[in-house]
């Protein structure tokens, strides 16, 4: 009997050993693979770009808390018609336990994808979904970010600025048409431009994809003839277009996402910015320590500091006259204290 005990605490130790070696292993050489999937071009969307940089902090962060995680950083170009295919191909791969992407039309293309890979899980920002535990998304509060830049952008238009005209009319160009554009950005933006005069019109245009920075210039072009004073470019690589008929012609950009005062110092009026870098990092990190509520959407916004205006970059301060500057921190203000309640649809 004592014998049979024995044995079987010697056989209970050896099993003890072995998961324990096994888990031990199991847990320095476990990685988690991150693929980062763009859907478009990196460079020239500040979307993009601030989407790779927080996936990159987090996973920097980790490695310097001893924990091992990989991030591939995928273009899926501006074919749209191929991304559900190349998201397929990505998850295909077996590699990687998080894709990670960002626009609104992501996962309409993802959620069909993920029910092949039960084990992938999906973040995506700039984008609302239920209804799927794989998919968690993020989207910001665009009411709010475009309202601000509207009541910048009316603020100038009206001013005696240089390049402001009489006519109260401010320019939007967008890559293309899209539900959080028609239904959200573009009336947003009309309506903060009104709440400084009731006058105000918006000149739509599109480009028709989101990289082609001459039909950018063109637009812009035609805009200044039309009347316009005021551009907020959101159409990726062809802001660049954009810009430089800003530069050639004496137009003011509201520049929106990111902080944009120094893509074209003097003429830059406003930087209506969405934090996406500190969220993408945060909740990247939050699902590396295993917090993150997943399968649930969230909306984010001006409360908490998710969408901003970028009050303090010198290049403002030089551009941009201070009695307008004090109208717009008081909107700011109203907004952040709750005061004034844009609800984000
Ligand atoms: N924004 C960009 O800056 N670059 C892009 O390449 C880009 N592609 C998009 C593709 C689709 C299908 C949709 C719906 C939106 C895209 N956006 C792009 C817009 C982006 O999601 C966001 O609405 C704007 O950056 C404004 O915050």
Redesign the pocket.
Known sequence: MKKYILVSVTILCALAIVSCTAKKEGTSAESVDIAVFV???VSG????EMLVAGVEKAVAAAHAQGMNATVQVIEAG?Q?AEWGTKMTSVAAEGRYELIIS????MPDIIDPVSRQFPSISFLIF?AFFEGNPQITTFR?N?RE?AYLSGYMSALVSTSSMQFANADKKIGLVA??E?P??NGI?LPSFLEGARAVDPAFTVDFRVVGN?YDAAKGAELARAMKTAGVDVIMP???GANQGVLSAARDEGIYVAW??DNGYARAPGLVISSSI?AQERLVSEKVAAFLDGTLAKGKPSTVGITGGYIGFVADDPLYIDTVPEALRLRMNELVRRLESGELVLESN
Not at 102 to 105: E, G, V
Request: hydrophobic share 35%; charged share 5%.
């Open positions: 859907p478009g071009i969307s500040p979307v993009y501006t749209q960002s626009n609104p039309a700039d910001y665009q970010q890559g293309q899209y959080a554009m950005i989101w959101i159409s990726g929106f996402d969405m």
